[in-house]
């Protein structure tokens, strides 16, 4: 059996691990990746921001371990098509490799909204190792950043520009952070603290343009105002890869459309990760990736695995701030809010007309935060 893997991301890697656990002696695993790192910690990538660590620091499995288990590793070789007739595919070194079974783990890419002046020098997203590299390469030169988009990657992304030493500026187009996950209280308190860390939030803001003769020196906003920058990061959400297939039959809808066994629907193709839609659900982040991933190396070697979907964590820590969302958190009504708020911690318990703990937002360190989420998960 001819196994190939696009994508030497985590659930390509993932999949491959469950391949090689019942591997016949004739199999053949290979393995492409447009990248020249092999399997890394992609997460990590915002720390290279500050220089803390560079990208061989947070390489998972290197060169020699794809060697060891037999794996013929392509780095810095990408597919351009594929025949799901035929069944090959044809990379950018106009070379062809034929496959009894494909695994589309190709991930995503940084979405670039149609802002004016994106085309401009030191305007940046941040996917792989080589963005992190040319990203810090130009760090060390600049003493202000704009990150544009104040997620969870964004918000990150400029504590890390902060410990490099730069005045970062976080650009927010809703009126306080995580509007999907906080409320507005628990944003501001949020925003607050991550000014305490020289972090300069601007909510309901929205950029015009960027304006530079050559590399970005200005970033306009809607309202008229402008920053005077060295740096801007893009940090505006991911789109799946789905451009690989689109001249074959293979369904996309967001992403690559996967049953719970990671099946495309054409035979003996698969997808899985950032690549991969389940259920109407791209997850873009790396525990669900990891599942469908092993789902996927599991099902295309004759085992048994089902996919049954993924609850996103509720606890995170952002520029080492704890942020909890959990369980119903807009219901009126019936519904009681308990408010706990000083000038360090927002907690929110939402208790339902008997009294049962339903929800809750927690912003900043709590000490009964552990029995809360405990009562709420029931
Ligand atoms: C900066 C950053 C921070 C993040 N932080 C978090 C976090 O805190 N928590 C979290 O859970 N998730 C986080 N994520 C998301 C997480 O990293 C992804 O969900 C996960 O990496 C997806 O894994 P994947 O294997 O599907 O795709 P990827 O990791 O994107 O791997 C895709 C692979 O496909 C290859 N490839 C793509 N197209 C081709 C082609 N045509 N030919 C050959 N090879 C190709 C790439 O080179 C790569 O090897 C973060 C992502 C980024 C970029």
Not at 58 to 76: A, G, P, Q, V
Request: charged share 30%; proline share 3%.
């Amino acid at each position: 059996m001819r196994y190939l893997v696009v994508g030497a991301g985590v659930a390509g890697t993932s999949a491959i691990k469950e391949m090689i656990k019942v591997r016949d002696g004739k199999d053949e695993i290979v393995v492409f990746t447009e990248e020249p790192f092999p399997f890394y910690y992609r997460p990590r990538l915002i720390e290279c921001l500050s220089g803390e660590v560079d990208v061989d620091d947070i390489i998972i499995n290197d060169k020699s371990w794809f060697e060891n288990n037999d794996i013929e590793l392509h780095l810095e070789e990408k597919i351009l098509s594929i025949d799901t007739s035929v069944k090959f595919v044809e990379s950018d070194k106009a070379k062809t490799y034929y496959y009894d079974k494909l695994l589309l783990a190709n991930g995503a890419h940084s979405f670039v909204p149609p802002i004016k002046g994106c085309k401009l020098k030191n305007v940046f997203t941040l996917r792989n190792g080589k963005d992190a590299e040319e990203i810090y390469s130009k760090v060390k030169n600049c003493s202000t950043a704009v990150v544009v988009g104040g997620g969870l990657l964004g918000l990150e992304s400029a504590y890390n520009f902060a410990k490099a030493g730069l005045k970062p500026y976080v650009l927010e187009k809703s009126p306080y952070l995580l509007s999907q996950q906080l409320d507005e209280k628990g944003g501001k308190l949020l925003q607050k603290k991550l000014e305490d860390k020289n972090i300069e939030i601007m909510i309901e803001a929205s950029t015009e343009e960027f304006i530079g003769s050559d590399k970005v020196e200005t970033v306009k906003l809607e309202d008229g105002s402008t920053i005077d920058t060295d740096l801007v990061l893009l940090s505006t959400g991911v789109r799946s890869n789905i451009d690989l297939v689109a001249d074959t039959p293979i369904e996309t809808n967001r992403g690559i459309v996967v049953d719970s066994k990671m099946k495309t629907n054409v035979d003996s193709v698969f997808a899985a990760g950032d690549a991969a839609e389940y259920q109407g659900r791209v997850y873009g982040i790396w525990p669900p990736s990891m599942e469908e991933g092993k789902v996927a190396g599991k099902i295309m070697t004759g085992q048994k695995a089902e996919f049954n979907g993924f609850i996103p964590s509720h606890s995170l820590k952002i520029a080492g701030i704890d942020v909890v969302s959990i369980g119903e958190l807009n219901k009126g009504g019936d519904y009681r809010e308990e408010i706990i708020l000083d000038n360090d911690i927002y907690v929110k318990v939402i208790e339902d007309e008997n009294g049962e703990k339903v929800g809750a937002i927690i912003v900043g360190e709590y000490k009964d935060k552990k029995s809360l989420i405990d009562a709420i998960k029931g």
